[in-house]
């Protein structure tokens, strides 16, 4: 069993940054692929950004310049500092871990962190 500890969320108004941080309890974390999903009300949840074991980044195409994903082996932890924050940012951020082959398939889901882009 993975145990994925987000925190970071909260609110922040438009233009604003914030950063998330997960900290994961697994092994070889190093190896793993590692990514923010976001999910807003009433929408789908979707795939905001990952870095895979050898620090190769992808991002969702409305994130794209305004968002950066990093990661800390030493620490098992990943990032996401999120820049010019927008309302359409509003979401429950969610941590995961999987695997890289083609497209990204986490395997492991945090609970979720809240952000909320309000003036």
């Known amino acids: 069993q993975v145990q994925l500890v987000e925190s970071g969320g909260g609110l922040v108004q438009p233009g604003g940054s914030l950063r998330l941080s997960c900290a994961a309890s697994r092994s070889s974390f190093s190896t793993y692929t590692m990514g923010w999903h976001r999910q807003a009300p009433g929408k789908e949840r979707e795939l905001v950004a990952f870095?895979?074991?050898?620090?190769?980044?992808n991002y969702g195409d409305s994130v794209k310049g305004r968002f950066t994903i990093s990661r800390d082996n030493t620490e098992n932890t990943v990032y996401l500092q999120m820049n010019s924050l927008k309302p359409e940012d509003t979401a429950v951020y969610y941590c995961t871990i999987g695997y890289y082959s083609d497209i990204y398939q986490p395997n492991y889901w945090g609970q979720g962190t809240q952000v909320t882009v309000s003036s």
């Open positions: 870095i895979t074991s050898g620090g190769r980044t």
